[in-house]
């Protein structure tokens, strides 16, 4: 623990409180690695497609910002305001604020929840998921169609329809919990609980994991998976579900 | 119907032109008028970025261009920057040379942008002397018509277009000019009077190889091969 | 003996059909290269070959034990080294 700790930047929709919540409890449970958490807000207050191209537009500054501190990695933390802008555009995100920062001479290596989301289900070796987003439907869509373009099949999926972004961070557990309990989950390789940053979900992903029965992912624990494997750290976080475990040598009895 | 379990090599020379090509401004505000409203360029492309590596650069702006072809040309704007050496002295935004350097060796380095056809290279020409940056010179090459003007950072622009394809005995040709050169380059007061000489030399050692390429109605290219 | 090549492209064609038409000189193909040789100097006169600027000053691809003597806007001349 005597090493340097590594800096995390996340760019974060103004109204967004729970990726700052959950991303330094999930990565403080990381054996061997101290993480410090500075953050950069883009206004956003309700998730319809004008706020997210409004906000999209403040990417630049975010990654100045955090580009100043001197982050080591650097995630874009709205997952939506990547997948409702195109298939496939979380990659062209990265490589726009890789672009910006290599540019300046930064060697900060930069994720986005949208792509730590592919790479977590990637990672399961995933090919038929379900999903829960809080989103309205027609952005719910938009997401499903994102991930089904990248080669997963969403076998069902869920929509709580909240618009409002401070409202989607106070979404109890319970209403995830009971509509992830209605989806159809047969043949379901990986449960996707919370596909949004925003919806606290950090709680659920061991408990529906155990429930359900098979891997259960969150855009948060995706983010932090992604994190320590940019990283070069061991994934080996228990209690978050099987995908934070991937490097642990001895699976406890 | 193709085999599908042909194997077709990938060629040697697969590069595909100029991704971009960037240069230092202190005129962010010309260089938008040259390119943008005066060429009709459009702004394809812009990064706002500090310097956070060890060579702390100030706060700068790096834009692009479209120059067809999806080719760019981009530019850096670096904010607070004052323009380096001594701007009475030729040359451009990137450097100043001696106040002696003639005028041919200081537009040697230039940008060189392609059109099709005359119609294409007439309307450039009429944008430019419809604006603060009119052509400088026209000129009908060999093979080649351009015109030629200095945008606002003092870099040299030419617009071009080809009278008519290269020929295959073009290629040659070079391919034997390069050779010569490099015979000659290392050699003691490379000459053009030595050039040709080497020159001589080798169109005849490369003649015979040349004609069976053209009875076998086979590309020049082994024959470019020494 | 005094030698040029000139390549044969629709540039060079003036030069080439000046130097066929003078009695001293032999035209004939190397390559794709006109070889122009003759016992004296050569002699091409500018006007004659309708050669622009450009074209004119870059005619000439090759020397064998020959020298360019004179090439300006009035004419080349080469003769043995
Ligand atoms: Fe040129």
Redesign the interface.
Known sequence: MSKTPVRVGLIVPSSNVTVETEMPRILARAPGTEFTFHSSRMRMKAVSPEQIRAMNAQRERCVMELGDAGVDVMLYACLVAIMSTGLGAHRDAEMGVAEQLSLGGSEAKVLSSAGALISGLQALGARRIALVTPYMRPLAQQVVDYIEAEGFEVADWRALEVADNAEVGRIPGERVMAAARSLDLAGVDVLVISACVQMPSLDLVQTAEDEFGIPVISAATAGAYSILRTIGASVDIPGAGSLLLADASVVAS | MTDELEIVPKADHRVMGVDHAAFPTFDPAGTVRFYRDVLRFPVVHS?????????K?P??I?FFFDIGNDDRIAFFYYFGLKPYGDQTAPGDSWARLDHDTPQFFTNSRHLAIHVVDEEDLLEYRKRLDDSEWPVEMQ?????IESIYTHDPNGYMIEITRAL?PV????D??AA?TIDALIDIAEGEDPSM?KL??R??????E???A??RAQQHELAPEPVLVP | MTRLYVLEVPENEGFVEVAAADPVITVDKVGPYFRLSADDDIVIDRRATGARHAVWYSAVAGLENSVITQQDKNALRVQRR
């Open positions: 990064i706002c970025a500090a310097g956070w590596g060890p060579d650069h706060d700068f790096h000129v009908m090459h060999e093979t008519r020929t295959p005995q073009e040659l040709d034997i009077d040709l000489e020159k001589a030399q080798l169109i005849v490369r003649a015979e040349w004609e």
